[in-house]
């Protein structure tokens, strides 16, 4: 089973920009599509964003798809999550979740331990 491990989270400003990454050891992690969740606590876990195993399929929460963007490097077994014009809201343990299949999010094979990412106003 591929094993996504987080990495980028932070303190930011609102108005700043941060990049998330998410990597795996596992080869086949070029095979999944790939993508982001959110979570702040006593609440549920929110879709943000996934890609395809190819990266040509971008696909975004609404609220979300005109500051954060995803994208993929299948020779680094690397997946970004770039968000910008950070808002205290976007303040949320952010999880990256690789899908059983090649396009789409769901089912989710697995989640990572998640990255903690805190928007000060």
């Known amino acids: 089973q591929v094993q996504p491990v987080e990495s980028g989270g932070g303190l930011a400003q609102a108005g700043d920009s941060l990049r998330l990454t998410c990597t795996a050891s596992?080869?086949?992690?070029?095979?999944?599509?790939v993508g982001w969740f959110r979570q702040v606590p006593g609440m549920e876990r929110k879709f943000v964003a996934v890609?395809?195993?190819?990266?040509?399929?971008?696909y975004y929460a609404d609220s979300l798809k005109d500051r954060f963007t995803i994208s993929r490097d299948n020779a680094k077994n690397t997946v970004y999550l770039q968000m910008s014009n950070l808002k205290p809201e976007d303040t949320a343990i952010y999880y990256c979740?690789?899908?059983?299949?090649?396009?789409?999010?769901?089912?989710?094979?697995?989640y990572g331990q998640g990255t903690q990412v805190t928007v000060s106003s």
């Open positions: 596992e080869r086949t992690f070029h095979d999944h599509s």
């Open positions: 979740a690789v899908g059983t299949g090649q396009t789409g999010m769901y089912p989710v094979a697995a």
């Open positions: 890609i395809s195993a190819r990266g040509d399929r971008p």
